[in-house]
């Protein structure tokens, strides 16, 4: 398990306006063995090279959201992207675009966060509650699979063109999360929540560019949820 | 900086964000927490949430807690344990009302499915995401109920004056400021503590912050010694395979390809409770009965087909392939048992309020909950899924607790010089004059504790842990800080949770040496059987400047008397 795949060189973003204003490039090399991570190399170099590389991480298994970065050109989770297969021995690794970066690899994702708020982020049950749990069946609740698994890491928003130019823009992520609820058969909130999506700066902003769909480390697809939201908004909102 | 709330939590994980909840509406309250809401660990749970809904078996509240009282190993408080089952089911449904997703029946009910040690199917589940749907569900009642949350701030301090608790200093991480925070009501839902040990499936950031704070606080920590190992962790990083996948059918297998529990627990086979089966896995191991002879066994799934692993198993599936490189429709899963749970923490009565000492006397103003506190309902060894609805439980229990005890409870005063402690203890750990970076002290320790206090213990091994804690800790107070850095410091917080770690670790280790018995999670090779005459209470510690300090406490037996457990 320990077979040496030999050495990589990390091109890593570095910001600390603390020591400067101006983001520089460093690069680290080390040795990776084979199941190593990338976010197993940010570890290595923080303890063994440079002390002060800035990264977020937590549950190193892909469900906490904490470790989105961009990694050679693509949005993903260092944690869950083994070196071995990545193309190349040179590893770029920058922040997450569109997002203010606080330092290094660490963005400030408040705007995302609150981009959440503007799609009424909770379910909604206005008819009351039986003593036992809402029915639901399984195939409704298959719909909203691809939705409840989202884990707010950001990197579909951060790789959205229109969030890029204009971040009044509701984005993918918080789009996705309109459709958790929107498609939900037990929440009753559906008309008030397509009309929150269905102005300029939701829906019709998407212009279709699909980077969202590359960008979801868990393979989920807010592109498909945006269309879908797209359908229900023209027909049933006036 | 200084913030004034009614009540103020530390963590958002599930027992943290259902306080919340509860506290939200007796007054002012705000949650700190050093990671973002959803990325706490809780999201991380896979395998279920149990409760005696009866919508797959017949099941009632009895046989849950007799389940769990003997899952315990008769160490667990049988008055608090039968709080937690009768509650289960509304709280389960409490959830659903919230919203959360559960996978459904065919007739649209919560669907179930079997656990460990449960004696019907009883674990209520989304798919293998349990804990990501109800972590990211009670973060959207939060944002509803519009509770403030405090991110990535990081608690580094209990204030207590005169005996009461009266806030906490921390540090809020982006800008390296210190704030304080006066409270009537601190409760504390830091969460588990796995990273003490190398084989782990635990968080970065599980390093048991909450039970240093309150042991520098003076306070004591109950049944430390008591570790859950998980049977399946990932071969080599520990990261867990749900047991969810043995709940559905999965086999384990040794490297003659037997199915390893048959010599174990004939009866209950895989579903044994977890410390039976992680003993049994790695007898094999130590016995050369591993794959090839290595250090891991096999998890078999194949046999489930496809469809039903895709839909009830999809993050096992993906993590097999991304950190094992193992396509498990195809191929067995290389599995070894990895540092899980800590059934101790806080000690706290039944509604969270944390007990100062043997008799029972409490803290005013301070609260515990989740798998920080040890009321306790889980004993010697807890029961899969029922840590998730311990954190639901006894979350909203001491969230309500302190909504009610607020009229009671003024503003203690704020001892003055606690900000300048916290000042000073930073500035002493920046100012290390060794050169060895503390990176190697934690690899160190986790090693240590991994063999020396794992799944098999006995005295030799575990007074050489102490001793290694001990010159540990002589080594982290030399230890430098390279980063002198204020903005997002992140070493600056890997170094305070290793000093967590530390504090603890010498609890755990100096715990499992005293306990001369073997009982649930605890093995004594020394002590291979559980002694119910000296050793059916729990242990209380305290931190003394020649190590740590025991007291003891009797267990609460209301229904179930002690017997031999058997699977
Ligand atoms: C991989 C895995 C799978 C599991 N699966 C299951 C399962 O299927 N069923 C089950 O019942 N149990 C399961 N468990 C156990 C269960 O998930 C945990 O016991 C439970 O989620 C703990 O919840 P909590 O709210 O107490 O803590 P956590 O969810 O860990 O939250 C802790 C919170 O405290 C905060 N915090 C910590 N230190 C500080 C500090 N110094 N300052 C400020 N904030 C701080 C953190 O930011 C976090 O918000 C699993 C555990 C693991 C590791
Ligand atoms: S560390 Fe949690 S998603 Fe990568």
Redesign the pocket.
């Known amino acids: 398990m320990t077979e040496s795949l030999g050495k990589y060189t990390f091109r890593i973003f570095r910001y600390d306006p603390e020591r400067s204003a101006r983001p520089r490039r460093d690069t680290f090399e080390m040795e990776v063995s084979r199941g190593m991570t990338v976010?197993d190399c940010l570890q290595a170099i923080k303890a063994e090279q440079d002390g002060t590389l800035t990264f977020r991480?937590?549950?190193?298994?892909?469900?906490?959201?904490?470790?989105a970065m961009n990694i050679n050109g693509k949005n993903d989770?260092?944690?869950?992207l083994q070196v071995a297969l990545l193309r190349g021995r040179r590893i770029a690794v920058e922040p997450l675009p569109g997002y203010p970066v606080i330092r290094d690899l660490v963005v400030c994702m408040d705007e995302f966060y609150d981009s959440l708020m503007r799609v009424l982020p909770w379910f909604v049950r206005k008819t009351g509650f039986p003593d036992r749990e809402l029915p639901q069946s399984p195939a409704d609740r298959d719909r909203i699979d691809n939705a409840v698994n989202c884990?707010l890491?950001g990197s579909c928003t951060s790789s959205c063109p229109s969030f890029w130019y204009n971040n009044r823009s509701i984005g993918p992520g918080a789009l996705l999360k309109a459709f958790r609820f929107i498609f939900d058969s037990r929440d009753e909130a559906r008309g008030e929540r397509l009309a929150l999506v269905d102005g300029r700066d939701g829906v019709w902003r998407c212009r279709t560019v699909y980077n969202c769909e590359e960008a979801c480390p868990k393979g989920l697809r807010p592109n498909e949820a945006i269309a879908a939201l797209k359908i229900a908004a023209l027909k049933e909102t006036v | 900086m200084l913030h004034r709330y009614d009540t103020v939590i530390v963590g958002a994980g599930l027992a943290g964000m259902r306080a919340a909840v509860e506290a939200q509406a007796g007054g002012s309250c705000c949650v700190l927490t050093k990671v973002f809401p959803t990325?706490s660990h809780s999201g991380a749970a896979q395998g279920g949430i149990a409760a005696a809904l009866g919508n797959e078996d017949e099941d009632d509240w009895t046989l849950h807690m007799f389940d769990t009282v003997k899952g315990s190993d008769y160490l667990g408080d049988q008055d608090a344990i039968e709080i937690l089952v009768r509650a289960a089911p509304d709280a389960i449904i409490g959830l659903e009302h919230m919203g959360t997703p559960f996978s459904r029946t065919p007739a649209g009910r919560i669907a179930q499915r079997e656990f460990g040690g449960h004696t019907r199917k009883r674990a209520c589940y989304a798919a293998d995401l349990t804990g990501h749907v109800i972590l990211h569900t009670l973060y959207e009642q939060c944002l509803r109920h519009a509770v403030r949350f405090f991110p990535e701030f990081m608690v580094l301090a209990l204030a207590i004056e005169e005996g009461a608790c009266a806030g906490v200093v921390a540090l809020d991480i982006a800008t390296g400021e210190l704030h304080t925070f006066r409270a009537r009501a601190v409760i504390l839902a830091t969460g588990g503590y796995g990273r003490a040990f190398r084989i782990s499936s635990n968080?970065h950031a599980n390093t048991g912050d909450g039970l240093s704070v309150a042991a520098r606080a003076g306070l004591p920590l109950e049944d430390m010694e008591f570790v859950q190992y998980h049977p399946t962790g990932l071969f080599p990083s520990g990261i867990l395979v749900t047991e969810g996948a043995r709940g559905e059918g999965g086999h384990i297998l040794n490297g003659a390809g037997e199915r390893l529990m048959e010599r174990y627990a004939p009866k209950m086979m895989e579903l044994a409770p977890r410390d039976v089966t992680s003993r049994a896995i790695q007898s094999e191991i130590n016995e050369g009965r591993g794959i090839g002879g290595g250090a891991f066994v096999h998890l078999d799934i194949r046999h489930l087909g496809a469809e039903k692993i895709m839909k009830r198993l999809p993050q096992i599936l993906d993590l097999a392939l991304r950190f094992a490189g193992v396509d498990a429709l195809r191929e067995p899963i290389p599995i070894q048992p990895t540092a899980h749970y800590s059934m101790g923490g806080i000690p706290t009565d039944n509604d969270g309020r944390v007990r100062r000492d043997a008799a029972g006397a409490v803290v005013p103003g301070l609260y515990a909950c989740g798998e920080c506190a040890c009321v306790s309902v889980h004993g010697a060894n807890r029961l899969g899924c029922n840590s998730l609805l311990e954190a639901v439980v006894f979350g909203e229990r001491a969230g309500r607790a302190a909504c009610a005890d607020l009229p009671r409870l003024g503003w203690a005063a704020f001892p003055p010089a606690a900000e300048a402690g916290v000042r000073g203890d930073l500035a002493a750990l920046a100012d290390g004059q060794g050169r060895e970076p503390f990176a190697r002290i934690r690899d160190d320790l986790q090693e240590g504790m991994q063999r020396n206090c794992g799944i098999f213990r006995s005295e030799g091994p575990l007074r050489e842990q102490l001793d290694i804690i001990r010159r540990l800790k002589e080594r982290f107070a030399a230890a430098r800080l390279t980063d002198r850095g204020r903005r997002f410091n992140t070493e600056l917080v890997e170094m305070i949770e290793l000093r967590s770690l530390l504090d603890f670790s010498e609890i755990v280790v100096a715990g499992a040496l005293a306990r001369t018995e073997s009982r649930g999670a605890h093995y004594r090779t020394d002590y291979p059987r559980r002694n119910d005459a000296d050793w059916l209470r729990h242990s209380l510690a305290w931190t003394g400047p020649e190590g740590p300090v025991f007291d003891h406490v009797p267990v609460r037996i209301t229904r179930y008397e002690p017997k031999e457990r058997k699977y």
Do not use: E, P
Request: aromatic share 0%.
């Open positions: 976010l991480r937590s549950c190193r298994s892909a469900i906490c959201g904490s470790c989770l260092a944690c869950h884990i890491c | 990325r968080a």
